[in-house]
């Protein structure tokens, strides 16, 4: 995306509140920054409810952050829920982790998700997460 591109987007997304464009400007430059495909990085911020949203998935990325978003990106397609359910239910699970002072990849994330979504296809993601989480905690490997 282009600094055109990413000031309509911001523009867009924060609906005339002056504050929120900022907001939107810095995370979705943060996102930008990265080297994705500009459809992807669209599909990514459309997906996100805000720019704390988009700002916590991008904090957790690691070194090879395109690699891990396209990662993200591929469990959501192989799966009844859409971009914007995926990126709250990492959110759930880095709570969690946060809250128990452990720590996982976004490899590691997406693996646990993609285990509540085989497991309940038709429910809530977040909601699985949170129940498998409080019932099972996390394993890290």
């Not at 464009?21 to 994705?36: F, K, N, V």
């Not at 916590?56 to 469990?75: F, P, T, V």
């Not at 994330?109 to 509540?116: A, P, Q, T």
């Not at 085989?118 to 977040?126: E, M, N, R, V």
């Amino acid at each position: 995306m282009n600094e055109d591109d990413i000031r309509a987007i911001a523009r867009e997304r924060a609906r005339g509140i002056n504050a929120l464009e900022r907001q939107w400007l810095l995370s979705i430059g943060r996102l930008a920054s990265i080297g994705l495909d500009g459809d992807v990085e669209k599909t990514i911020i459309g997906a996100c409810k805000g720019p704390a949203s988009l700002d916590r998935l991008l904090r957790r990325l690691g070194k090879d952050a395109a690699a891990e978003l396209k990662l993200l990106m591929s469990e959501c397609d192989q799966s009844v829920h859409g971009l914007g359910v995926w990126i709250e239910a990492t959110e759930v699970i880095y709570d969690w982790l946060d809250d128990n002072k452990r720590t996982a990849s976004l490899e590691q994330v997406l693996g646990y998700l993609s285990c509540c979504a085989a497991g309940s296809p038709d429910t809530d993601l977040k909601w699985t997460a949170s129940e498998m989480l409080r019932q099972y905690g996390m394993d890290r490997r």
